[in-house]
């Protein structure tokens, strides 16, 4: 943590003003030092009241995802927030720290992003201190091919976080879109790096659209994309939502590594808005249409084709055919 979120948290903390002089000691600078640093964070937005005798009471933050905010609302031990008010893409920052040993658990965390990125070369809609766009590297001992479980795996976190946030039921849609009244709320991006037979690390990109208000989606997603503000009416805590997915997805990252993915289909698999949809699949390997039997022990879509023969699919862009459209 830096000196300014370490102020704010013992602020955030104390159960009554702290003194200059404490601050001082526990910083090991000077009162002036302190006051300096007091007067930056007020810039930034914290409302912190002084008495003169009696000190400093943090009266408000601003709404922002940075570690200071988030620390009373994580509950797991990923607790290496990665802060930026501005970048390109959280994929970009998570990556670069990844290569530098950021340790499993980091999770980098925008108010807004430039070039959000999302699957299969598309971007992802990022407006400024609304919403949730977080990486998280993951350092799992696992092949590549084993690595698309991860991508359920965080799905079902999204989607437990989103219900016990909203108290509605989300779908998923394989492999990795949440959608709340059949409009896409959330969105999963996995990526690595690796050898042939061996992860390096994972890069888990999670974009959830909470206060998006309906007039803030470009015209183009209206229609295709809602957001937690919009299906519930009521704004979400941001700092609370975010600490609460971190916790959710590292439960269950967790039995994943040690149990396998078996300790999450079943809660994917209730989830799931496909089981039974007759869908085309845009695969590496042509397209294939087919009745959704649902995932198979690794993750797979298993499909019944129209001649009865079963197949499987680990990748590729679903389209429903009847029920819930695109
Ligand atoms: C998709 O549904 O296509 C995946 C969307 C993933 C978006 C998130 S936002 C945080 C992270 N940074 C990115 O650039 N993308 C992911």
Known sequence: MSVDERIVAWLRAAAGPVSGEALARRLGCSRAAVWKRIAGLRRQGYRITA???GGYTLAAAP????PAELAPYLSGSWRRIEWRAEVDSTQRVARDLARAGAPEGTAVIAERQTAGRGRLGRSWHSPAGLNLYCSIVLRPVLPPSA???VTLVTGAAVAATVEEETGLRPAIKWPN????????????LVEMDSEIDRVHHLLVGVGVNLNTPRAGFPPELRRKATSLLVATGRPVHRAAFAGRLLAALEA???RFSTVGFASVRAEWESYSCLTGTEVSVASPGG?????VLGLDADGALRLRRRGGREVRIVAGEVTVRDGYRD
């Open 147 to 149: 690595v698309p479980q």
């Open 177 to 188: 879109d949440v959608l709340l009244g059949g409009r896409k709320v959330a969105g999963i």
């Open 51 to 53: 008495q003169p005798a």
């Open 63 to 66: 709404d922002r995802l940075g």
């Open 252 to 254: 269950r990252y967790g």
């Open 287 to 291: 397209e294939i249409a087919g009745r």
